[in-house]
């Protein structure tokens, strides 16, 4: 059974940092590509980030490029998102997503995604 577990979340003021992470477990993770998509209040999903399989290259949207990394450590089984310079309009619920099967370079698309991790900026 596939499970992915967020934790990191929480209330930060604007330009802090949270850094997500992501346990995996239940398919072998080093073959799929992981993603991250957020969900703020009262809109739809939106894809944030994705990192291919072996963790060479990675992908962001535009807006939280040079301020979001993604990162994994196929040794741990673990995702990781750093989050810096954080604003008002990064406030969701944040999921780690696991890429489709056979596609480990498409890091856009997935078919499973955790229960999610709330993250608030406020001041």
């Known amino acids: 059974e596939v499970q992915l577990v967020e934790s990191g979340g929480g209330l930060v003021q604007p330009g802090g940092s949270l850094r997500l992470s992501c346990a995996a477990s239940?398919?072998?993770?080093?073959?799929?590509?992981m993603i991250w998509v957020r969900q703020a209040p009262g809109k739809g999903l939106e894809w944030v980030s994705g990192i291919k399989s072996g963790g060479g290259s990675t992908s962001y949207a535009d807006s939280v490029k040079g301020r979001f990394t993604i990162s994994r450590d196929n040794t741990k089984n673990t995702l990781y998102l750093q989050m810096n310079s954080l604003k008002p309009e990064d406030t969701a619920v944040y999921y780690c997503a696991k890429g489709l099967s056979g596609l480990p370079f498409n890091v856009r698309e997935y078919d499973y995604r955790g229960q999610g991790t709330q993250v608030t900026v406020s001041s």
């Open positions: 239940g398919f072998t993770f080093t073959s799929y590509a």
